[in-house]
């Protein structure tokens, strides 16, 4: 049967699970939804109650037209065709293998939840941060709502030289009068409010040349009122800059020229913070005050060494010490094993040929790897974390047509047998019945509704565009999902 032939009235519709509600699960819905002639039935799950992902919870608080995309996402959640289920994580409320019974096809769209490691000792000390998890704190994520990161140091370094990076490092560094007309969270404003910090220090592996950030994101730090930005201008020297560069390599070695023109420390002496660029740096070990906090990091200074065709940096052994008493790790996400579900440890990544999940074993290379019927996956958990949000919308509609091709296998006639759901309304029962059973608390759309009016009017009283409900017991309870039991044991 082909998709064509599912979409005629004679068939009931083809049933796709989403497990993930940020913007590469959206996407595969608008993908599937504005497939031609397509009879389709969506169901999104997600673990928080709150949808959106990436652009609730990753998104800088400062960065507000980002955000707007979520009026995208909205509209096709709007659609009459596509059910949201919050609240509901794989592995906890519904397995894998239920949800492979329950739709013709599941679609993985879970991103990336963790970091890389920097790999070096006192990694872990008091005071050395994933920036994973400090961006998800400052965003309001409901799984660092009790989490603290006290500014109260004076200087802190930053290693990575990414996006990620810069928003970090812009945020240590702005006035937090600024941060208060966003939507960064109550408990996060106030500690900027209180912030000691004076320094930023950014470490880079490479050279200028070779900065993963956009030109827009390095830009901003310039802007900044009352923040110098710092660069050596030897570190500009390095003949090879002046090769052939792309567009995006040569606005940022334009705007790190201006920033070296500037000159150390501000000239009126007005500057209250400075962001330092150490470019071919490595940070190679956290220092302990004694007792399990950060006092120093030790720095590597590297040279750029060709291999395999690619400037890559090699130690030279000469090491120095920078006096930060804070660092934060950015050097990448990296997404985690959903249960029952293949993983590449290595890669990090859900093991699939072209967005088609395939089984798993050490040393199988990716052709000889099966594929597991009727499951996909889209966005960074497919190809790794790489590229912006908006990169998302092809790799998603790659994948949603090798779900279309595939569909004339498994999808059958009405009636055919196998355990398969005759009518969408009946399939649909059958999810939200087994979710009752379990006392899952799920939030619809009208649910998620309810949280962002309620979100909006308590921003509105303060100036912002939202604040944000940040534990998951409250935004249940702002849906109206929460049972009066639970209400009245959380009060």
């Not at 894998?96 to 013709?104: F, K, M, N, P, S």
């Not at 920036?131 to 370094?157: C, K």
């Not at 759309?445 to 565009?465: D, F, H, M, V």
Request: one cysteine or more.
């Amino acid at each position: 049967m082909t998709p064509s032939q599912i979409g005629s009235d004679q068939h009931r519709p083809l049933r796709v699970a989403v497990v993930g509600a940020g913007p590469s699960g959206f996407y595969a819905v608008a993908a599937l939804l504005d497939a031609p002639d397509l009879h389709v039935s969506i169901d999104v799950f997600d673990r928080l109650p709150a949808p959106f992902g990436l652009v609730r919870y990753g998104v800088a608080p400062d960065h507000e037209k980002i955000k707007r995309v979520d009026r995208v996402f909205d509209k096709t959640a709007r659609d009459p065709r596509v059910r949201y289920y919050g609240n509901v994580a794989l592995g906890r409320d519904v397995s894998r293998r239920e949800l492979l019974d329950l739709y013709d096809a599941v679609i993985y769209a879970v991103g990336a939840q963790s970091d890389r490691r920097l790999g070096i000792p006192g990694e872990d000390l008091d005071g050395s941060w994933s920036s994973t998890e400090f961006v998800a704190w400052y965003n309001g994520h409901p799984d660092f709502a009790a989490a603290e990161y006290p500014l109260s140091h004076r200087q802190v370094a930053v290693v990575g030289i990414g996006n990620v990076a810069m928003d970090c490092a812009r945020l240590l560094a702005r006035p937090a009068e600024d941060l208060a007309s966003t939507d960064i969270s109550d408990t996060a404003l106030e500690v900027f409010r209180d912030s000691r910090v004076e320094d930023v220090h950014i470490l880079a592996r490479r050279g200028p040349a070779q900065a993963a950030c956009t030109p827009s994101e390095l830009k901003e730090l310039g802007e900044l009122d009352g923040v110098d930005v710092i660069v050596d201008p030897a570190a500009l020297d390095d003949p090879e800059m002046a090769g052939e560069a792309d567009r995006q390599t040569k606005k940022n070695l334009d705007l790190f020229r201006e920033f070296a023109e500037g000159g150390e420390g501000d000239a009126d002496g007005e500057a209250r913070r400075r962001i330092h660029f150490h470019f071919l740096a490595s940070p190679v070990e956290v220092l302990d005050d004694g007792d399990g906090r950060v006092e120093g990091l030790v720095v590597e200074d590297n040279e750029l060494v060709e291999r395999d065709g690619r400037l890559r940096p090699e130690g030279t052994g000469r090491r120095r010490e920078l006096p930060v008493s804070a660092v934060i790790r950015a050097i990448g996400y990296r997404s985690v094993p959903l249960p029952d579900v293949p993983f590449d440890e290595a890669w990090g990544i859900i093991p699939n040929r072209d967005g088609r999940v395939t089984t798993w074993r050490d040393g199988t290379r990716e052709e000889e790897a099966p594929v597991q019927p009727r499951e996909y996956v889209v966005g960074w958990a497919k190809r790794g974390p790489s590229g912006l949000i908006g990169t998302n919308k092809a790799d998603s509609n790659d994948t949603v047509e090798r779900l279309l091709e595939d569909a004339g296998e498994w999808v059958h006639d009405e009636g055919a047998g196998d355990g398969e759901v005759a009518r969408d309304e009946e399939g649909r029962a059958a999810i939200e019945e087994l979710l009752r059973q379990r006392g899952v608390p799920w939030v619809d759309y009208a649910g998620w509704q309810a949280i962002e009016k309620l979100e909006t009017e308590r921003g509105a009283e303060s100036g912002r565009p939202r604040a944000k409900i940040c534990r998951v017991d409250e935004l249940l309870e702002a849906s109206g999902t929460l049972p009066a039991a639970a209400r009245a044991e959380s009060a």
